[in-house]
């Protein structure tokens, strides 16, 4: 609904309400006379009853779950009483012209006893049931719409989550060699005589001192790693199993799976073996099961 659709349907509803108010004035005022209220009193008790009506239909349009309940409730009851004390006006017409005697609104003294009751605590239950519902609307706090950013990020989360075994494998990205071309070597001939040296002066020898001996520690040699061959003994001692050995264990493992639960990951965990051999592996049984079932339609 659009927003004059909503200013026009809020007017009607003040409209009624104001209308029914004024029309319950005069039996609210006549019954608040007759239980010995004074003439400001009795013009102020149908502002008690049909006002606290009012403020619990704004309660129970701002709270929920408990609170709006409750809300409801005392909506309902000041309602019901409220008609109460306007068909108990309409039976009496003495209240019309204020010819019936004080605190008498009903023959029957059971029944007077009990509207007498409902009439005079009904400003007493205003005092406390508003103030409560004022209060509610006043903590209330609107629960926050969730935004789409939470979806996104569960979304990325799932993404995550995928099996590395089911994603297709990267292809390298080929990359171009340079060649450089390197200078043709050039032969010299080893035959041909070469330029005569200049004679260079003697150099005399200057006498070396004698190095003094003293008595080092020997250092630890440092151990050296194990390089060379892995003995035999060290290796694993499971063979090496052929493709059609991992075919058959794969069925094996496979046989009473549904074809949902067949994936390259689960086939990889349990017959232990590398991811591209896994997808070879799933797709090797998703055809045969395929096959199978052409073959049995």
């Known amino acids: 609904m659009n927003r004059k659709g909503r200013v026009l349907l809020v007017t009607a509803l003040v409209g009624v309400v104001g209308m029914a108010f004024r029309v319950s004035w005069n039996a609210l005022r006549d019954i608040a006379n007759a239980i010995g209220a004074d003439d400001t009193a009795a013009t102020l008790y149908p502002f008690v009853v049909d006002g606290l009506m009012a403020l619990a239909l704004v309660a129970t349009l701002v709270l929920v779950g408990k609170d709006r309940t409750f809300a409801l409730r005392v909506l309902g009851t000041y309602t019901l009483a409220s008609l109460v004390l306007n068909y108990v006006h309409g039976l009496v017409p003495e209240l019309h012209g204020r010819t019936v005697d004080w605190g008498r609104l009903a023959d029957w003294n059971p029944a007077n006893w009990a509207l007498v009751l409902l009439a005079t605590s009904l400003p007493v239950g205003s005092i406390y049931f508003g103030s409560d519902l004022v209060a509610k609307v006043l903590h209330h706090h609107p629960t926050p719409i969730p935004t789409t950013s939470a979806n996104a990020e569960e979304s990325t989360e799932t993404e995550r989550i995928r099996s590395t075994a089911d994603l297709p494998e990267s292809t390298p990205t080929p990359v171009a060699a340079t060649v450089v071309r390197v200078p043709d070597p050039v032969a010299v001939d080893h035959l041909k005589s070469a330029a005569p040296l200049k004679p260079l002066a003697s ?58 639960k067949v994936t390259a990951e689960g086939i990889r965990r349990e017959v232990h073996t590398s991811p591209a051999n896994a997808r070879m592996l799933r797709d090797t049984i998703l055809a045969d099961r395929a096959t199978t079932a052409e073959t049995a339609v």
């Open 203 to 260: 150099i005399e020898s200057t006498p070396v001192a004698p190095i003094e001996q003293r008595a080092v520690a020997a250092e630890s040699p440092r151990p050296r790693g194990a390089t060379g061959r892995v003995p035999d003994a060290a290796k694993s001692a499971r063979p090496k199993r052929t493709a059609a050995q991992l075919l058959d264990e794969a069925r094996q493992v496979t046989a009473d799976w549904p074809d949902a």
